[in-house]
């Protein structure tokens, strides 16, 4: 059963670059477009991690992390910013609302799989 990543991320063209790279990496994947989608996707679809993005509509990734991390049920999921804010004030935020890894758009695919294969382990 391959583990399942929720990617949130509001550029179509680097969502779907993200899933066909996690895809052939052998992870399921499922996206959101938005900040709000995100966290019901979270919620409902049992990811093992998750990509976000910072800069969201509806809601912006700072708030869907703590959202996620200061609910009980929810709070084990790996989260991995991907975002192209790179500022050091950004990352303390990040810290703060206790992401487990912040990634600076832009990346290689294959930076942000080896970081999903450290929270995760291998397929």
């Known amino acids: 059963m391959p583990k399942k990543i929720l990617v949130a991320e509001d550029s179509a063209t680097i969502s ?22 995100a966290l019901e996707k979270a919620r409902t679809q049992n990811s093992d991690l998750i990509v976000l993005d910072l800069m969201l509509p509806k809601i912006d990734g700072y708030k869907v992390c703590r959202m996620l991390k200061f609910d009980e049920k929810y709070k084990n999921i790996p989260v991995v910013i ?19 890894a912040y990634l600076v758009k832009p990346f290689e695919p294959e930076t942000l ?11």
């Open 82 to 100: 991907l975002t192209a804010r790179s500022g050091d004030a950004d990352k303390k935020l990040a810290s703060e609302v206790r992401a487990d």
């Open 113 to 123: 799989i080896s970081k999903i294969k450290e929270f995760l382990g291998s397929n």
């Open 16 to 37: 779907e670059m993200m899933k066909q790279s996690l895809e052939e990496a052998g992870f399921s994947v499922i996206t959101a477009a938005d900040g709000q989608d």
